[in-house]
């Protein structure tokens, strides 16, 4: 079994410290993402799970085994990296199974590998062709066939499609999420999209300053974030923010005054929360709703830019100062300066404290415990 452990794991490159006392669970066979923004140290605790970086402090176990002091090339893992590093004097089948005849697997068996490996990757025509001649996409194919060869118990991706444009990108999620469907193996990928961590992964772990601030199956971040950091990073465009003042409390959950003073109720615990607090209200871009409806707070705003993109429009809007994000209907007419009212619905919007931290919700989303694969 190929699950991995860490227990109190911390990096420090002398005074720095760059990670701090992370405890993760990977099942086996799971596809999990680390996600953040640069420096968050998601790249740095991948190198400490392949072994290319010392850790500082706690324990890291793969299959049950303690592989700290365990070199690399005997940890059982395989990594794909942002940089294709194939060799370009070496034809498609001689990269991939270099590292096979370097461990000196018998040819018959080399060739059996890497024709399965070419099959699943749609690289069978184009084994004998030098790198060269290959498409950014096809290459990566190549460095990811190359990982699948060697059959390790963990694939390690770090950032492997940020060198792609992007419907390359988006073609080499779908082929990567197809590889981890017919294999069953244990994968870790790390990236600073969240696009492709929500559409990728089973779980998603997200990090900020060398801290796991959540981890989740991608709808459970969506739909119900631990903080406002998570909130605004998972999702695109991000969740909008507006401070807000606790007007009552009841059994539905929080009333709170939005600017222009409509009021919405929200349904989350009230522990701890007095009449007149400052909170701040979050709701994405697909919850606010062009017009005023009944039984919704309203906001009143100029739209500032129009984004048509065909089947939505994004509205950009100046609410008292603050920017907010609409997701229209694709037809929708509304232009730069026109004035226009947006209706509140508070059962699908989050509160946050003064510290960033959600207020938990008396409901549970029905999909926000699905990851990528849909539970039997």
Do not use: W
Not at 295 to 311: A, D
């Amino acid at each position: 079994m190929a699950a991995l452990t860490l227990r109190n794991i911390h990096k420090r490159y002398g005074g720095v410290h760059i990670i701090k006392g992370v405890d993760l669970d990977i099942a086996h066979g799971e596809f999990v993402v680390f996600v953040g923004p640069s420096g968050c140290g998601k790249s740095t605790l991948l190198r400490m799970i392949a072994g290319l970086e010392e850790i500082s402090e706690g324990d890291l176990a793969i299959g049950g085994t303690r592989v700290n002091d365990t070199p690399p090339a005997e940890r059982g893992i395989a990594m794909v990296f942002q940089s294709y590093a194939l060799y370009p004097h070496m034809s498609v089948r001689d990269n991939m199974g270099f590292a096979l005849r370097l461990a000196k697997v018998p040819e018959a068996q080399i060739k059996a590998k890497v024709d399965r490996a070419a099959q699943l990757l749609h690289l069978d025509q184009l084994l004998e062709r030098k790198p060269a001649a290959l498409s950014g996409g096809q290459r990566q194919r190549v460095a990811i066939g190359r990982a699948i060869v060697r059959e390790p118990k963990v694939f390690l991706f770090d950032e492997p499609l940020s060198n792609l444009d992007a419907s390359l990108r988006v073609q080499m999620r779908i082929e990567i999420a197809r590889m981890h469907e017919r294999l069953g193996a244990t994968m870790v990928y790390v990236t600073h999209d969240q696009v492709e961590a929500m559409t990728m992964a089973d779980k998603i772990v997200v990090l900020q300053g060398g801290v796991v601030e959540q981890v989740g199956s991608p709808l459970e971040l969506y739909h119900h974030p631990r903080n406002r950091f998570v909130a605004g990073f998972i999702g695109s465009p991000k969740m909008n923010f507006l401070a807000c003042t606790v007007r009552a409390l009841g059994a539905q959950g929080v009333s709170v005054e939005l600017p222009g003073g409509s009021r919405v109720t929200v349904p989350v615990e009230a522990a701890g929360v007095q009449p007149g607090q400052a909170l701040t209200l979050g709701v994405r871009p697909e919850h606010l709703v062009e017009g005023e409806r009944a039984g919704s707070g309203t906001l009143n705003g100029q739209v500032l830019v129009v984004e048509r993109l065909g089947g939505s429009t994004f509205l950009y809007v100046d609410v008292n100062g603050e920017t907010l994000t609409l997701q229209v209907d694709g037809n929708s007419r509304t232009g730069v300066d026109d004035r226009v009212a947006i209706a509140v619905d508070g059962a699908v919007c989050q509160l946050f404290d003064a510290t960033g931290v959600a207020l938990a919700r008396h409901d549970r989303h029905p999909l926000a415990d699905l990851g990528r694969h849909r539970a039997a």
